[in-house]
């Protein structure tokens, strides 16, 4: 099935660090989601965005939906342990249509 | 926000041996529930879309008569390997998208590992 190109593939940083990854797509979608995954865990949504040019900010987490409709960006500022997991992008056509994922962003907060 | 409850979390089975998992969601009505796979280190793929009441969309490549899918009420869908194999170990995600919401929420997983 179709996947969404998300890089960086995964990260090293130091903790405070402020982290920034993105999701590109060959195709229009009018949804995009954020999920975070821990180990052996479900995503758990972080952010939804569903505006062309839409910027959205949970926390120490922002958001946008690019003005192309075929990208997006998350970024995490001042990096804490527990944002150590992996980050996949979703995009989505039409409500209620299937989601379609990124590859994922291994995120890693070095000591 | 809405809960997606999966069970069971990790099983263990022979090969030949048919494993069945539960998806439920625990406060709200979801007509539509969808199964993932999840291979080590890789994405999630959809494998199928589990409609209340009628028969369940497969996607390309999935076999449907050896991952069978039941959705026989509004909080509840089932996925059963059938006759799994070594090759079926993977990580089984479920999720369902509550209306009031107009979001999807996940569950927590199950691994398989089938020796």
Not at chain 2, 24 to 34: N, Y
Not at chain 2, 43 to 67: C, H, I, P, R, W
Request: aromatic fraction near 10%.
């Amino acid at each position: 099935g179709q996947q969404l190109n998300q890089s960086p593939q995964s990260m090293f940083i130091q903790e405070g660090e402020d982290v920034s990854m993105n999701c590109t797509s060959s195709s229009i979608f009018n949804t995009w989601l954020w999920y975070k995954q821990d180990p052996g865990e479900g995503p758990v949504l972080l952010i939804a965005l569903y505006k062309a040019g839409e910027l959205t900010s949970n926390g120490r987490l922002t958001a946008q939906f690019g003005i192309t409709r075929k990208d997006s960006f998350l970024n995490i500022s001042a990096s804490i342990p527990s944002d150590v997991g992996i980050y996949f992008c979703a995009g989505q056509p039409l409500a209620n249509e299937k989601l379609t994922f990124g590859t994922g962003t291994r995120l890693t907060i070095i000591p | 926000g809405a809960v997606v409850s999966q069970h069971p979390s990790r099983v263990i089975c022979k090969s030949g041996t048919s494993v069945k998992i539960e998806c439920r969601s625990l406060d709200f009505q979801a007509t539509t529930m969808f199964w993932y796979r999840q291979f080590p280190k890789q994405s999630l793929m959809l494998m199928a879309t589990s409609n209340e009441g009628s028969k369940a969309t497969y996607e390309q490549g999935v076999e449907k008569d050896k991952f069978l899918i039941n959705h026989a009420s509004l909080t509840l869908s089932t996925l059963t390997v059938t006759s799994a194999h070594p090759e079926d170990s993977s990580f089984y995600i479920c999720s369902a998208r509550d209306p009031g919401w107009e979001k999807l929420f996940f569950g927590s997983g199950t691994q398989l590992s089938v020796l």
